[in-house]
């Protein structure tokens, strides 16, 4: 794919007939997209980390995941590759630690949502990718930083 960035996440899972055995099995859709580009999925009976290899074979750029680790082992294969968080996935796990760490994930949360509120106002505005980037570093990356530095104040 010769694309700058891509996203995936291979999270939607559902139940289906198996004919070669008794009862269900458990399979994928994973979602492949660029931004710009049309969504892909594709049905994979398991979520092996070798199909992240078939998935994205020859890809180079910013790879945007949920972080599951058949990513990150791709990356560290092939050069060129970066990984990217999905911030969704984020605070989603800061949500989920609330109550055995109630002091630091609510400032992560509250971080994570000035981030979202900033895209937001830009959608509502109708800000272009190109300025989007610009605002992104200017108003975003600060935010981001001081999450990743642990001082979510």
């Known amino acids: ?30 979602a492949i997209q660029a931004p710009g580009y049309s969504m892909v999925y594709a049905w994979i009976a398991n979520r092996r980390h070798e ?3 078939t998935l994205v074979n020859g890809f180079r750029g910013i790879l945007q995941s949920d972080g599951y680790r058949g990513y990150a082992n791709y990356a560290k294969a092939h050069g060129g590759v970066t990984l990217a968080a999905c911030w969704s996935h ?25 981030m979202y509120a900033l895209e937001e106002q830009w959608d509502k505005e109708g800000v272009q990718p190109d300025q989007r980037k610009q605002l992104r570093a200017e108003q975003s990356m600060p935010l981001a930083f001081r999450h990743q530095n642990n001082r979510c104040e």
């Open 90 to 114: 984020v605070f989603r796990q800061f949500r989920d630690a609330l109550k055995v760490e109630p002091v630091h994930a609510p400032k992560a949360i509250k971080l994570i949502s000035a």
């Open 1 to 30: 794919m010769r694309v700058p960035s891509g996203q995936r996440d291979e999270q939607t899972f559902i139940r289906y007939i198996n004919a070669s055995k008794p009862g269900s099995g458990q399979g994928y859709f994973w």
């Open 51 to 53: 199909n992240v290899d």
